[in-house]
């Protein structure tokens, strides 16, 4: 089993920034794939970005490429993600997930087996 707990949500101006951090208990993630993915009020939780086991394979969604950076730590079992540029559309719940069936990247949710709780994240205009 993999426990998964975002922090580091929080409000901030748009054209503001968060580091949002993941950290996984109880079997470590590396040789995994890992996401972000987030759900605002009324709409399906979507992805945002992904990242290889080795972190040396980055995929992100198109509405936050060029603005956000995933990175992981896997000394640390850590998941990271490096939010710039925010912009009041980037309101939502953000998760993060681990893949046990692939250690590359993976873009749909059923690719994911563990998911976070989530942490809010707030951009007012």
């Known amino acids: 089993q993999v426990q998964l707990v975002e922090s580091g949500g929080g409000l901030v101006q748009a054209g503001g920034s968060l580091r949002l951090s993941c950290a996984a208990s109880g079997r470590t993630f590396s040789g995994y794939a890992l996401g972000w993915f987030r759900q605002a009020p009324g709409k399906e939780r979507e992805f945002v970005a992904s990242?290889?086991?080795?972190?040396?394979?980055?995929y992100y969604s198109d509405s936050v490429k060029g603005r956000f950076t995933i990175s992981r730590d896997n000394a640390k079992n850590m998941l990271y993600l490096q939010m710039n540029s925010l912009k009041p559309e980037d309101t939502a719940v953000y998760y993060c997930?681990?893949?046990?069936?692939?250690?590359?990247?993976?873009?749909?949710?059923?690719?994911?087996?563990?998911w976070g709780r989530g942490t809010q994240v707030t951009v007012s205009s």
């Open positions: 997930a681990l893949s046990r069936s692939t250690s590359t990247i993976a873009i749909r949710m059923n690719a994911y087996d563990y």
């Open positions: 990242i290889n086991w080795t972190g040396g394979t980055l």
